[in-house]
């Protein structure tokens, strides 16, 4: 459980909005966490190296259908939060993306990783940009379609999300309104599992360009989102910085431009976008790593109770808060962990946040640990059969 996952974010340009409503900034500056020795020496070794025969052995991606091997007495899961790529600005497709490697390298070492950890699927996600790339999610789209037993893919990160952090609430007019929800309607043509990823406090690593976002989650655009959310079937999956208080920004290592000085109270407005539509499925991303150190057990139980429409993925890295985390130091669940998941075992999924394009796999490595240590009662609900009931899923992986 020592494993610690190196933490290297960047995205690209951005925009700079003055007010709390819609902000998005980048900068260049910080790296996050080191990885240890053994880790990085064995998932390193054996990930990265087994992609590699992949590709060699078997060529383009279409051909890497292999299912995943469930670990001796393991449960397989499905991972609902995943990423192929790191992408660093336009034109990915001619220029290849940031990470240096091809789409295609990208689908194999992803499916490498999936096999070795017991990942049944996964779900990718764009991540919430501040600018707009059609060519990411055909990337997404086209790893679906060659590998249908194996991938869904969420989309609106990639476009929405620019709509949202870059338009003030007061700015949305009729005509916006239409654009908006027009282009929402197509995403849920297109086959999509889910809206996502969005942004409502997205904090800069102030690596590269990696963007603060910041917006209130009862924008116009994102209740509007919720009416469509609610019409097709699908969840929305939402990036947020719990924020209980007005608070000065709260991660000394990141302090500094384009992070703000001071962060806002975020939940009141969360409720009010929960409370907007209840048949709007809302999956809160990334329970069990927060930078605020607000998103607490308390808090996310509060919730749960108060909005039976709130869904929530898991995330463990050691980028984060320790005290907020979902493991004990010997690897265990945490005893409040525990009786939440016991509580609410039908509102919690897998979601690992894992770029697949990273030598490091330490956030899979750690969602394989958290399926291994959830009880017989709840394992299968939280491993695979809540995904299938949240997410709008193909029929190949329903």
């Known amino acids: 459980m020592d494993c610690t996952a190196r933490n290297r974010l960047g995205l690209g340009i951005a925009i700079v909005h003055p007010t709390k409503e819609a902000r998005v900034a980048t900068t260049p500056g910080f790296e996050a966490v080191k990885r240890s020795a053994r880790c990085h020496r064995s998932k390193l070794a054996g990930g990265m190296a ?70 049944a699927a996964a779900i990718l996600a764009p991540p919430p940009l501040p600018w707009r790339n059609a060519e990411i999610i055909s990337a997404l789209m086209d790893a679906e379609r060659q590998n249908p037993t194996r991938f869904a893919f969420s989309a609106g990160g990639e476009s929405l999300n620019s709509s949202i952090v870059g338009t003030l609430a007061t700015s949305v007019t009729p005509e916006v309104l239409r654009r908006f929800e027009g282009e929402a309607e197509a995403i849920a043509r297109t086959g999509a599992a889910a809206f996502g990823e969005l942004a409502a406090e997205h904090f800069s690593s102030r690596s590269g360009n990696h963007p603060y976002e910041s917006v209130s989650p009862d924008h116009p655009l994102l209740l509007a989102l919720a009416d469509i959310a609610a019409k097709y079937g699908m969840p929305i999956e939402l990036h947020m910085e719990a924020v209980t208080r007005d608070m000065p920004f709260p991660v000394a290592e990141i302090a500094g431009p384009p992070n703000p000085a001071t962060v806002h109270e975020n939940i009141a407005a969360f409720e009010r976008l929960l409370d907007h539509n209840r048949a709007a499925r809302i999956v809160w991303v990334h329970a069990g790593w927060d930078l605020t150190g607000e998103r607490t ?94 997410y709008r899923l193909p029929a190949e992986l329903r």
């Open 297 to 390: 057990v308390p808090l996310m139980r509060r919730l749960l109770e108060r909005h039976p429409n709130l869904y929530m993925t898991i995330k463990s890295d050691q980028h984060g808060t320790p005290a907020t985390a979902p493991f004990l130091r010997d690897g265990g669940l945490k005893p409040g962990w525990l009786a939440m998941l016991q509580q609410f075992p039908d509102r919690f999924i897998v979601g690992s946040d894992q770029f697949y394009s990273d030598p490091e796999t330490g956030r899979t490595d750690r969602a394989r640990l958290l399926v291994d240590a959830l009880p017989a009662g709840i394992v299968n609900r939280i491993a695979s059969e809540n995904v299938k009931h949240i």
């Open 50 to 119: 087994l992609a590699a025969t992949l590709l060699v052995a078997i060529g383009p991606w279409p051909g890497v259908v292999a299912r995943a091997q469930t670990p001796s007495g393991g449960v397989s899961f499905i991972d609902a939060h995943t990423h192929l790529m790191r992408h660093a600005g336009r034109g990915l497709r001619h220029r290849g993306f940031a990470d240096g490697m091809s789409e295609t390298a990208g689908v194999s070492a992803a499916l490498a990783v999936m096999n070795r950890f017991g990942v």
